[in-house]
């Protein structure tokens, strides 16, 4: 637990990192939404999405590569420590597919879908995830098939949630801005 813990508050720093871009992906959707610059909307999940894989790819590889140091600021014992990079090995090297799904998230509620993002998270990182705990780590327990669920359920949750952005925006966002009143 104690390895996993100090994982996880490292996992944090490089979460909040991601998060910004998230927020500024929901923040600029929204605001070119209500201006009537649909165009703009795929430059900005463009944008948002290769700057959150960007952020997220560098900073979790960074904390893994420094993670005997890190997880020392929260304990010293070696078996915590190697837990600790246990995790760490799963979850920082794949935390980047979970920044990309949020920002997905962000440019639909920026346009207007909040419930179905909602439905989508929910069934893909809760609802597979016990399914998994039900199916696969049943066969194969161990905790690095339990930490592989995390990775599986983001790809398969962000995979959804592009297909909705292209349903969405298909018939949401016109082709066309709106025309600048004078």
């Known amino acids: 637990m104690a390895g996993n813990t100090a ?9 909040t990192c991601m998060n910004a871009v998230y927020q500024a992906a929901l923040c600029f959707t929204s605001q070119n939404y209500g201006a009537g610059k649909y ?12 700057l ?23 304990a010293t014992d070696p078996v915590v420590i190697e837990y600790g990079l246990l995790r760490m090995s799963i ?8 920044g990309m799904m949020d920002c997905m998230v962000g440019c ?3 346009i207007g879908y909040s419930f179905v993002p909602m439905l989508v998270s929910l069934a893909g990182a809760c609802g597979f995830r ?3 705990i039900f199916t696969v780590f049943q066969w194969f327990r161990s905790l690095e098939v339990l930490y592989l669920s995390y990775p599986i359920s983001w790809a398969i949750t962000g995979i959804a ?16 801005d709106k025309a600048e009143e004078v």
């Open 7 to 15: 994982a996880s508050n490292i996992e944090g720093f490089v979460g």
């Open 39 to 50: 165009s703009r909307i795929r430059k900005i999940r463009n944008r948002c999405e290769v």
């Open 52 to 74: 959150t894989g960007s952020v997220g790819l560098g900073l979790g590889l960074l904390a893994f590569a420094c993670g005997p140091v890190l997880l020392k600021l929260y």
């Open 91 to 98: 979850m920082c090297t794949t935390f980047f597919i979970c």
């Open 108 to 110: 639909l509620r920026g």
């Open 130 to 132: 016990l399914l998994w």
């Open 161 to 176: 949630h592009t297909i909705c952005f292209i349903v969405v925006s298909r018939k949401k966002l016109p082709r066309e």
